[in-house]
Structures are given as structure tokens and as C-alpha cells.
């Protein structure tokens, strides 16, 4: 795949192993954690799938606004993953994210997700069932 003429990898690459699985899953949650869209978004196919709850999602153009409304709605968001399990070119996480609301309401979303890789290691498909439940200020892990 190539993007302005440039073959795109991003690294770790599948298949993958224990060690390069985890990596992948700290990775995804330091991106995420930078609340940049056009950062997390670069790792993914230009093409890529997405269901996010109920919404589904083309492409990167898709995804990055996708991040932009969701982080300028969830405030001082902060991401968890967990390797849940692995194999040749997919990787099973389960997470739990917090934020708050601008109204001052606390949030945190547990969920799981399964990630399908494409060869240069750019995510093609990410499937996110999520839930959400009020929270305290106080009762914050994150």
C-alpha cells in the first residue's frame, strides 16, 4: 500500500507473537491517549472498516473526523488496552476509557475490540463494542 507515493508500514508486522502483539495494543493506546485524529488515524488502510458502536465508518478521512468530534466531546480523556488474545493478522483487546462531559459528568466506557491487520501493518478493520456508565470525580482510575 502507498500513500503520496510512499509504501506505509507501521510496525510491529503480522504475523504476530506474544511479544509483537503487546506491543501493537501499547502502541494503539499511546496514540489514542495523544488525542491526536490525524496521528491515530495514519494507522489505518486508507480503506479501512470501522464499527464503533452503532457507527460505521470508510476510511481515513472518516476516522480522523470520527476522532475529532469524539475528543472535543470527551474532555480529559484516558485510554486503557489489554491484549486479550491474538493470531496471524488479528488481535483481540479489551480497554476501559475515561472522561468527562463539558457539563461536568464523569464517564467510563469499558469495551472490546477485534483488529484485523493488513500485511504492512496498518489496521484494515476494527470492530468496537462499547458501554458506557456514570461515574464520580472520586471514583476515577485513570
Known amino acids: 500500500m502507498s500513500f503520496n507515493g510512499k509504501v506505509e508500514k507501521r510496525p510491529p508486522l503480522p504475523p504476530f507473537d ?34 464503533n458502536r452503532n457507527q460505521f465508518l470508510r476510511g481515513r478521512q472518516e476516522i480522523e473526523e470520527f476522532l475529532t468530534q469524539k475528543w472535543e466531546s470527551e474532555l480529559d480523556y484516558k485510554l486503557k488496552k489489554e491484549l486479550w488474545s491474538y493470531n496471524f493478522n488479528r488481535i483481540a483487546v479489551r480497554f476501559f476509557y475515561e472522561y468527562r462531559t463539558k457539563e461536568e459528568q464523569w464517564f467510563r466506557a469499558y469495551g472490546n475490540e477485534m483488529w484485523e491487520f493488513a500485511s504492512n ?3 484494515q478493520k476494527r470492530f468496537a463494542s462499547i458501554n458506557d456508565i456514570h461515574i464520580n470525580k472520586n471514583d476515577r482510575l485513570l
Open 18 to 51: 506474544y511479544e509483537s502483539a503487546t506491543l501493537k495494543v501499547q502502541l494503539a493506546e499511546e496514540a489514542w491517549n495523544s488525542k491526536n485524529p490525524q496521528q491515530v488515524a495514519l494507522a489505518y488502510t486508507p480503506d479501512s472498516l470501522w464499527r
Open 121 to 123: 501493518g496498518l489496521m
